[in-house]
T-cell receptor, first 111, second 114 residues
Framework: SQKIEQNSEALNIQEGKTATLTCNYT??????LQWYRQDPGRGPVFLLL?????KEKRKERLKVTFDTTLKQSLFHITASQPADSATYLC??????????FGAGTQVVVTP | DAGVIQSPRHEVTEMGQEVTLRCKPI?????LFWYRQTMMRGLELLIY????????DSGMPEDRFSAKMPNASFSTLKIQPSEPRDSAVYFC????????????FGEGSWLTVV
């Protein structure tokens, strides 16, 4: 069965450091992968999309890598700030074309 | 743009009652999705529409759940009769296409069935 795995434990990080989140998947052959951010009591918000032929993508302080051989994506927040505290969701498109969300990893950035 | 608009934001109802959740997608988007989120199961896709037509309702848990999209600017998700295990946050989302690309979520409807 298709599975998306994200670290279930919260990532606690000091302000200014780089937070790195991992997304591993099985039984997917995704043409692209997405990352969303979700704040408590809010809906998920799209952050980045990376295609299978792209190794790396950046947006401001965010960086995403996509390794289709390892079946893994890494999501980096550089120079983290308390405002980056949220849950980050890895999203893949399944074989039917539907978006499937990982369970998410909570990031807590402390001053 | 106002984004995806959902109502009500919060609803507390008694078991057995009918619940109707409403959604107004972003203007111009032709795909609409209903998701449910719980701590145990995360975000689950219930149903999605493309050009107002239901494409896949395989995620709808059972016959107590139904969804309609009478026009491009309005959709409802109905639960009848409601049960305590239906308590969750229900999100509506819309996008320009039903496959691929990013989707835009509403703020969710928090449902508690007691």
């Amino acid at each position: 069965s298709q599975k998306i795995e994200q670290n279930s434990e919260a990532l606690n990080i000091q302000e200014g450091k780089t937070a790195t989140l991992t997304c591993n998947y099985t039984n997917y052959s995704p043409a692209y992968l997405q990352w969303y951010r979700q704040d408590p009591g809010r809906g998920p918000v799209f952050l980045l999309l990376i295609r299978e032929n792209e190794k790396e993508k950046r947006k401001e302080r965010l960086k995403v890598t996509f390794d289709t051989t390892l079946k893994q994506s890494l999501f980096h927040i550089t120079a983290s700030q308390p405002a980056d505290s949220a849950t980050y969701l890895c999203v893949l498109t399944d074989s039917w074309g539907k978006l499937q969300f990982g369970a998410g990893t909570q990031v807590v950035v402390t001053p | 743009d106002a984004g995806v608009i959902q109502s009500p934001r919060h609803e507390v109802t008694e078991m057995g009652q009918e619940v109707t959740l409403r959604c107004k997608p972003i203007s111009g988007h032709n795909s609409l999705f209903w998701y449910r989120q719980t701590m145990m199961r995360g975000l689950e896709l219930l149903i999605y529409f493309n050009n107002n037509v239901p494409i896949d309702d395989s995620g709808m848990p059972e016959d107590r759940f139904s969804a309609k999209m009478p026009n491009a600017s309005f959709s409802t998700l109905k639960i009848q009769p409601s049960e305590p295990r239906d308590s969750a946050v229900y999100f509506c989302a819309s996008s320009l296409a039903h496959t691929g690309g990013n989707i835009y979520f509403g703020e969710g409807s928090w449902l508690t069935v007691v």
